[in-house]
Structures are given as structure tokens and as C-alpha cells.
């Protein structure tokens, strides 16, 4: 009798469906929303400890899936198949539905955005671990995830039955007409994606570009900061800053210079001989320099022209002007121990005598 009992309270129809399939989409929900939680952090432990402190390209993007895995879709996974023992009216089944596919699409977003980071990170993890890298990171990461949202979203009206084709024409008509207005934002941001990619300077190089030059502090999505010699802020339209020729002075392993020595003509033929080795012993005394040449260069208007070029093994600006102030020193000092003197610019006064006319 009790069984029977039982029996029929479990045909009881409660909201078009029997006690027993209520009870059957219950347990359903409960053994699914318990499974998946514990499943994620089994998995999330023996990551951990099959990494230890070797991390591997494969078993980190998997660690960041993992990660990514929120509540909301396993509550959304436990409805759907608890769904399944039940008999739904057609209007709640439609909202159900409706309300799993955005949980789904959601947490297929989170998904593609953590492998999305995963991968940029992996490709330039040396530039995240020192500053100049985070800025082109981070407009890569900007751009991608904007991409992958999009297409989550299209995807999304696409399960809901909503025909994308026009909407994908309205927005790429819409799209023309807010591209012509907004062009110049348009310009920086794309302009950003080829910095970030190409990597002609990052944060701290000295760059000179057109009539400006300055230290890039910082690598947005419209501008460029560069902080100018005497101090002010210089920004700058990434759009703008590609158009110029760039010169990246940070990016120079060594520095070449030159300079030039006049004396007289007045000047022994024997001294003037001597000048060029007289300036190499000069230069290759100096540390960090590779001497080039040194030339008797050419008869100036006024004096001998010498020119020499050697090469500052170190990019640093000061550096190589305190190697040049040295190399001057020198040479000012084996001049006068040689009694050669420096041409500087000088007045001649002639006077000329004219016989006095005959009477």
C-alpha cells in the first residue's frame, strides 16, 4: 500500500509535469551544478601541479580556460540538462532558452578572450616583463578582444534566430558614414595597431620625428606622449606620428662622429704632415672608440682643413661628447707641445706706398 501510495503521489501533475520528473530535473540540477565545480578545481590542481615551476605554453592556456569558467555558465549547463526531464510551455521554454544561449555565448567570449591574452602574452612575454612592452601589449589586447566580442555577439543574435545579413549591411552603411566622421580617431587607432605591431620605438626610447623630439613615455590608443629636452609634454596623434620620417636614437648600438681641426698656412710643410696621426692617437687613447680615418681635407679659405671620424662603441649621447671634450683636450695639448697653432679668424692690415707724382 505504500508503495502504491508512492507510486501515485509521484504521477501527481504539478504545472504539466509529474512529481517524479520535478524530482528527476532536481536531482539533475544538483548532481550537474556539484560535478562541474569540483571537476573545474580537480583540473585546476593537477594544472598546478603538473606545471610546478615549469610552466608549458599548452597547460597555461588551459589553466587560463579553466579560470575562465564562471558560475553562470555552470548554472546555465545544470538548467539546460535538468530542462530535459521536463515538460515546458512554449513561451517559458523560448525565455529559458534565451536566457542559457546569452550564459553560453557569454562564457564562450570569456573563453576566447582568455586565449586571446594568452596568446599575446606568450608571443611578447619578454616585452610584458619590462616597460616598453606593455603599451604595444596592450593595444593588441584592445583590438583582439574587441574582434572577439563582436564576433560572440553576432554569433549569439545568430542562435536567437535574428537574421545578421541586414543587420551586417545597416551597420556597414551606418559604419561608412560614422567612419568619414570620426576618420581622424580612426587614423590614430589603426595607426596604434601598426606601432604596436611593427615596434618602431617603445616607452623610453628618444625619438626625433619632424621638428619634435623627446623621450616616449607613453603608447595610447589615439596619442603618444614624448617628454621633450627642456621638460614639457609633447602629444602627439599616432596618426600624425607616422606620417614623418622617425629617427629612434636608443635603438643605436654605436654612435659615428665627426669633426674637424684647421691650422695656418703660415704652418711648417713638416707639422702640417704630422697632423693626421697627431689626431688617431688622439682618438684611439679615448676607451669605447674605433677610429675610422683622419685627412688632410682640403685648403680652406683662410687655413688647413683636417677631418676625422671614429666611431663611440655606446649609443649614450654623453658619452660620446665626453670623449670628444677628451680627444679636444689632447689635441690642444700635443699642439703646443709641437708648436702648432689653431686657425681662427684673423684681419690683415696692407699698407701700400704710392710714389708721389712727378712734378
Do not use: C
Not at 2 to 14: F, K, N, P, T, W
Not at 236 to 255: F, Q, V
Not at 314 to 337: H, K, V, W
Request: aromatic letters at 8%; glycine letters at 6%.
Amino acid at each position: 500500500m505504500e508503495i502504491d501510495s508512492l507510486r501515485e503521489l509521484g504521477q501527481a501533475v504539478y504545472f504539466d509535469n509529474t512529481l517524479m520528473a520535478w524530482g528527476r530535473a532536481l536531482v539533475s540540477f544538483a548532481v550537474w551544478f556539484t560535478a562541474l565545480p569540483i571537476a573545474r578545481a580537480f583540473i585546476a590542481r593537477r594544472l598546478k601541479k603538473r606545471m610546478g615551476d615549469r610552466p608549458i605554453g599548452a597547460l597555461l592556456m588551459l589553466r587560463s580556460l579553466i579560470e575562465a569558467t564562471t558560475r553562470v555558465f555552470m548554472v546555465a549547463v545544470a538548467t539546460w540538462l535538468a530542462m530535459r526531464w521536463l515538460e515546458i510551455p512554449e513561451r517559458l521554454d523560448r525565455i529559458l532558452t534565451t536566457a542559457i544561449l546569452v550564459a553560453v555565448w557569454f562564457q564562450i567570449g570569456l573563453w576566447l578572450s582568455a586565449a586571446v591574452r594568452h596568446l599575446i602574452d606568450a608571443r611578447r612575454g619578454h616585452e610584458i616583463a619590462q616597460a616598453e612592452g606593455a603599451a604595444s601589449v596592450n593595444i593588441l589586447r584592445f583590438v583582439s578582444l574587441l574582434i572577439v566580442w563582436t564576433i560572440a555577439f553576432l554569433m549569439l543574435l545568430t542562435n536567437l534566430g535574428v537574421e545578421i545579413m541586414p543587420l551586417v549591411a545597416g551597420l556597414g552603411i551606418g559604419g561608412v558614414a560614422i567612419a568619414l566622421a570620426v576618420q581622424n580617431v580612426l587614423g590614430d587607432l589603426f595607426a596604434s595597431l601598426s606601432i604596436a605591431l611593427d615596434k618602431p620605438f617603445r616607452i623610453g626610447d628618444f625619438i626625433i620625428t619632424g621638428q619634435e623630439m623627446g623621450a616616449v613615455e607613453r603608447i595610447g590608443i589615439k596619442s603618444t606622449h614624448l617628454r621633450s629636452l627642456s621638460g614639457e609634454l609633447i602629444v602627439m596623434p599616432n596618426g600624425e606620428l607616422l606620417k614623418s620620417r622617425l629617427r629612434n636614437y636608443t635603438n643605436m648600438w654605436e654612435r659615428r662622429m665627426t669633426f674637424q681641426v684647421s691650422i695656418p698656412y703660415e704652418t711648417e710643410r713638416a707639422r702640417v704632415a704630422e697632423v693626421p696621426a697627431i689626431i688617431e692617437q688622439a682618438i684611439r687613447a679615448q676607451p669605447k672608440t674605433r677610429f675610422d680615418r683622419a685627412h688632410f681635407a682640403s685648403l680652406g679659405a683662410s687655413s688647413l682643413v683636417y677631418e676625422a671620424v671614429y666611431f663611440v662603441l655606446d649609443a649614450g649621447y654623453n658619452l660620446s661628447m665626453d670623449i670628444q671634450q677628451a680627444i679636444n683636450l689632447a689635441l690642444i695639448d700635443e699642439f703646443a707641445r709641437r708648436g702648432i697653432e689653431f686657425a681662427y679668424p684673423t684681419t690683415k692690415q696692407l699698407r701700400v706706398s704710392l710714389p708721389a707724382p712727378a712734378e
